[in-house]
């Protein structure tokens, strides 16, 4: 069994796509995940499963919340060590947490979507792309900034979603538990 972590993109966001956190892990286990549980309610669940196919389990996940809810939820999954290791790569760790964010893209961009965020102006924020994360160093608020899921998203052509840095901790903290 190994230890993955999900991030769902979009639920819950403004009353809109409404996924209760207790009915999302039961779905979990009767996909046959074990030790399920949840970090408030953006849709970060971590379980464990023997499968070790990423794209399979998000697939899985995917379409089990379709049957369900009855709408299209992006799902990104990590491994327990991916997440560690995301942690200490992290070029703003010696920043305010308060203004570090993660986002997780579901596929590595190609080299030339990447090239667009050399020359792009984010104002007082920082970004480095490193594979399938992008690190967020926010000078203002993150409701502020310009580096937003849909940016990514148009630009890199996958799917994106961003949590804050405490919340990466919480769900690093999950992961231990």
């Not at 769902?8 to 996924?19: A, E, F, H, Q, Y």
């Not at 703003?92 to 570090?100: M, T, V």
Request: charged share 25%; aromatic share 10%; hydrophobic share 35%.
């Amino acid at each position: 069994m190994s230890t993955y972590i999900s991030i769902l993109r979009g639920i819950n966001v403004g009353g809109k796509r409404k996924i209760i956190m207790k009915d999302l892990c039961l779905l979990y286990q009767n996909l046959g995940f074990t030790n399920v549980r949840s970090y408030i309610q953006s849709g970060n669940v971590v379980f464990e499963s023997k499968l070790n196919s990423h794209e399979r389990l998000e697939s899985i996940i995917s379409d089990a919340i379709l049957k369900k809810y009855g709408f299209e939820v992006p799902v990104i999954v990590r491994s327990k060590t991916e997440w560690k290791a995301i942690k200490e790569a992290n070029p703003y760790l010696n920043e305010s947490i308060e203004q570090l964010h993660i986002t997780f893209l579901k596929d590595t961009p190609p080299p030339d979507n990447i090239k667009f965020f050399d020359a792009f102006d984010a104002g007082n924020d920082q970004l480095q792309i490193a594979d399938k994360q992008i690190y967020i160093f926010c000078g203002r608020a993150y409701r502020e900034t310009k580096l937003t899921n849909q940016l990514f998203e148009k630009k890199l052509q996958t799917n994106a979603s961003t949590r804050n840095w405490k919340t990466f901790m919480k769900i690093l903290q999950l992961c231990e538990d």
